[in-house]
């Protein structure tokens, strides 16, 4: 009789990133490179080893997750799963589950997001035609995704990634989406895309404010991002003083961006304060369809700085830091990278690129914050999802519903 073999050792360290690659997923995915980081998980390069066609695998650890991290997981492949049958948003084409890690297996964008391709690739700028396109595809998704109950509430250049040389964009990362057409999630998003009413923080236990004119107000600062490379403001609140001269004067941003007069009075319709009063997504797409110029021909029709008023204030750091640039040279190629100074509102510094968080305390420091919450008088540290932006306290009791017959597709190996 032969004796029972032993037990297997246990691991005594976790393994790096860098351990799993050239691992084959389910027979059929190798993972070859690591594309990025986040707060729980890894995004690896992988190739169908039988197609020889590239993917992005999502890692995402089962293991030192809590049931409430768990469940925001799961809610965030769900509603990626149910968006992504639109052409513009990255499309989710499997999932796999192995003891340690599901992995999601997602669309391979080579060429980055949005953001990159605007301040490295210097692409849309200077391109009415190319902005435009990028545009009405993204408003396509956004509407498509309201359409399926799905709020995305990240909306920011970092979470649309661009292929086919900037002809086609898609959008990504549904780590902070909903299906709560109403939402008490105060500072959910990324503080230079957030709504006025979003950045309010509650006064009463019952505040709420509605998630779809939120994603309207996204959109425009990702349109004023596409035209002119650069942020309209840091947050829309009257303590910003950008923000603040706008309220006082509808035509300011046409006085400090290269904008022409039509875009100008789609961005005041935007930009609406009174979320019931903001223009809607289809008015919005024929709006942009019958706009027949977004910016300027020439940087030399513009101002050297925002004009001064005695009827309000500007703080002088934040004109400094909205002001355009000098005009360009002239040059035979229109497609010249458009190099800004260095701001706070610009696109071009990397302080810009912002993560993402569901507090009104957020930091703005990257992927990481260190806001506290307070819940049932405890101090809590926060929670972040996979992309490293923080899980909303206030969805702890949430009871979250997908419709009767999906059922994504999950693979053992």
């Keep these: 009789m032969l004796l029972t073999p032993p037990s297997s050792p246990q691991l005594t360290t976790c393994l790096g990133p860098e351990d799993k690659l050239g691992c084959l997923l389910n027979d059929t995915y190798r993972l070859v490179s690591i594309l990025g980081c986040g707060a729980y998980g890894v995004v690896y390069q992988a190739i169908d080893i039988k197609t020889n066609i590239p993917y992005a695998v999502k890692a995402l650890p ?138 309010q923080p509650p006064t009463r236990s019952y505040a709420r404010y509605a998630s779809a004119p939120n994603d309207v107000w996204s959109l425009g600062v990702i349109l004023v991002n596409l035209t002119c490379g650069r942020n309209p403001w840091k947050k829309a609140s009257p303590e910003d003083s950008t923000f603040r001269a706008f309220l ?70 934040d004109c400094a830091n909205v002001v355009l ?26 302080a810009s690129k912002q993560g993402s968080s569901c507090s009104s305390l957020s930091t703005d420091s990257g992927y990481e914050s260190e806001a506290f919450y307070a819940d049932a008088g405890h101090r809590l540290q926060p929670i972040f999802n996979f992309y490293g932006n923080v899980i909303p306290l206030n969805d702890h009791e949430k009871q979250y519903y997908l419709p009767p017959n999906f059922v994504p597709t999950v693979t053992a190996y």
Excluded: W
Aim: glycine share 4%; charged share 20%; aromatic share 8%.
């Design 248 to 317: 006082k004067d509808p035509m300011f941003l046409s006085s400090i961006l290269p904008i022409s007069p039509e875009l100008n009075m789609i961005l005041r319709r935007i930009f609406e304060c009174d979320p019931q009063k903001r223009i809607s997504l289809q008015e919005l797409r024929e709006a942009i369809i019958n706009c027949p110029r977004l910016t300027m021909p020439s940087y030399n029709t513009l101002p050297p700085s925002p004009p001064q008023s005695p009827t309000y204030y500007v703080d002088p750091m």
């Design 62 to 199: 089962k293991t030192g997750l809590d049931a409430r991290q768990r469940r925001f997981q799961k809610r965030e492949i769900a509603l990626h799963h149910l968006a992504s049958g639109h052409p513009n948003v990255v499309k989710l084409e499997r999932i796999l589950d192995s003891p340690d890690c599901t992995y999601v297996v997602i669309e391979f964008c080579p060429e980055g997001d949005l953001f990159s391709n605007i301040t490295e690739q210097g692409r849309f700028m200077g391109d009415d035609l190319l902005a435009q396109h990028a545009f009405l595809q993204l408003l396509d998704a956004v509407q498509y995704c309201h359409s399926q109950g799905i709020y995305h509430r990240d909306l920011k250049p970092e979470n649309i990634l661009v292929t086919n040389h900037g002809s086609t964009v898609k959008l990504a990362d549904f780590g902070l989406a909903t299906m709560d057409c109403v939402t008490s999630d105060f500072g959910c998003g990324s503080t230079f895309y957030m709504s006025p009413e979003c950045q």
């Design 325 to 350: 640039p000098p005009s360009p040279p002239a040059s035979p190629c229109p497609r010249q990278p458009f190099h800004a100074q260095p701001s706070d509102y610009s696109l071009f510094e990397p």
